[in-house]
Structure formats: C-alpha cells, structure tokens
C-alpha cells in the first residue's frame, strides 16, 4: 500500500474574494487514482462561545482523519483560523455554502464521492441540514453526529452584555492566537432560530447515523441526543445508533482516543453489516 499523505488545500471561495477555505486531505493511497474513490468530511464550527480553540484539528478531528480507513479532508469554516472572513454567530447558512464549496471542489478536481460526514456541535447542525437537502448530501451513507444540538431555544447567553451595551464581545484562542468576535441579539436570535424540525420528515432513509453525546455536557443537554435518536430510528434500511458516554463534557475533553475509537468500531460494525438501531456502548457488550 502507497504511503499515506496529508496535504493542505486552499479552495476559492465563491461568496469571499480573494480568499480560501483551508482544509487538509488525507489520502491512504496517494498515487492512485481518485475518481469514484469514496472520501469522509470531518469538520468543525465555533458554537456559542464555548470552544476556546476550535479549528480544523481541534477536538478528536484529526486523530480521527488519520485513522480512518478512507481519505478524508477536515477544514475550516469562513472566519475561523486559516479560513478568512467574517464569522457570525449567527450565519449558519453561510457555512451550508462553505460545505458545498468544498463538495464541488473534491468532486471536480478529485473525482470524490461523499460517502461519510462528522460533525461536532454547530458542524452536527449544519450537517443535518446540508445532509437534509443537497443531492450530494442525500448521496451520504454514513453520519457521524457528535453533541448535535436540537432545541435550539435552550440557548441562554450574553443576556447580561446585550442589556448594558447592546452586544457581547467573545474573545478566545484559536490555534494559540486570540480573536475577538462581536455577538449581536440579532445574531444569537437567528441562531436560535435554526430549525432543526426537518430531521423528522426529510432526513435520508438510507444513510446509517451514530450520534456521540457526553452526560456532563452542560452546554448541549444529553436529552437532545435522544431526540435525535427518537427522530431518526424509525428509517428503514438506515439505522441510529446512540453512544453515551458517561462523564464526558461537550468537547469530549480528556477523552478523544474513546471518541476515535467508537467511531471507528461503529463504522467496521457497519461495514460487516452488525449494525442495528439501538444503543452502542463499547467496552461492556457492544450491542445492548
């Protein structure tokens, strides 16, 4: 087997001139051809002011793209870290764009198909709906949602900051630099006004779904993990598959090689066809 390569990609961005969606490929097997060849998205999205250093290979990402038994590319959304323009809280569509952009973009230099996505948190968000309502992404058979938000309203932030002054500035670090970003109510609301409903009636019988939620998540309430998994178990022949994981925050913290590890037993499961709607809880009887 060819050496595996990673190689950082910059992808011309329709809606920002002069700039690039930054992201990097993993190939297992760089000297072959491409075309048809199947291809994992892993990415991630600032969400609510609570990843203090979120970008391309924050998290479980990139210990899980270079582990995966198939190529990937991870990147980042428009105004995080390598990928320039302006974040908004609030621009949820914005980043819809950005994942097609990068779709076409693999498809017509590459020859890529889409065949498995993860998303963490605000990239589970809009995920489901670029999953819910592109071709490609109802060509997808695999999802990966990891502490997916659903009720959108649960989110109470910043109000203290909106009252006094009108606005909240959130300032973090990203990749070891700091940034600040300007939060609006008119921000927040769209936000919050996201809909995540269309799960029900529109998400892709086929594709198999494995949704990760830690118990201690204080920032995404476990409960809508098993909405989640009410919404989407009733497909046929697509499946569900919950895995809780206990003691584990939003950001998994601490915990990453188990996250990579469920990921990756679920989708050799998947690939040897034992994979039934239900509960996965590794390190105790798998299925239960």
């Not at 609570?50 to 924050?58: E, F, I, L, P, Q």
Request: with cysteine; hydrophobic share 40%.
């Amino acid at each position: 087997m060819d050496d595996r390569l990673s190689k950082k990609l910059y992808i011309p961005h329709p809606e920002e001139p002069n700039r690039s969606i930054v992201g990097i490929l993993e190939q297992l097997s760089p000297r072959q051809s491409t075309q048809g060849r199947k291809i994992a998205l892993v990415h991630f999205a600032w969400h609510n002011g609570v990843s203090k250093t979120a970008h391309k290979d924050y998290l479980f990402q990139r210990r899980l793209a270079v582990r995966l038994p198939l190529d990937s590319f991870r990147f980042d959304f428009r105004g995080n870290h390598e990928t320039g323009g302006t974040w908004k809280q609030g621009a949820l569509d914005k980043d819809i764009v950005d994942i097609n952009t990068v779709v076409g973009f693999l498809k017509r230099e590459y020859g890529y198909v889409i065949d498995l996505v993860v998303g963490h948190s605000r990239g589970a968000l809009v995920a489901f709906r670029w999953l819910c309502t592109t071709e490609d992404g109802r060509n997808v058979t695999a999802f990966v949602n990891a502490s997916g938000r659903y009720r959108m309203h649960a989110v109470k932030a910043w109000q203290e900051s909106f009252a006094k002054q009108g606005y909240h500035v959130w300032e973090v670090s990203v990749a070891r630099k700091q940034v600040t970003a300007m939060v609006t109510p008119e921000d927040l609301e769209a936000f919050v006004s996201w809909d995540t409903s269309l799960v029900w009636d529109h998400f892709p019988a086929m594709i198999d779904v494995l949704t990760l939620h830690g118990l201690s998540d204080k920032t995404v309430p476990p409960y809508d993990a098993l909405i989640y998994a009410r919404a989407l178990s009733e497909r046929t022949p697509g499946t569900h598959t919950l895995h809780l994981m206990e003691d584990a925050d939003h950001n998994f913290t601490g915990r990453q090689d188990e996250v990579v590890d469920a990921i990756l037993q679920w989708w050799e499961a998947r690939r040897q066809g034992e994979i039934k709607t239900g509960i996965w809880q590794t390190g105790i009887r798998g299925k239960l």
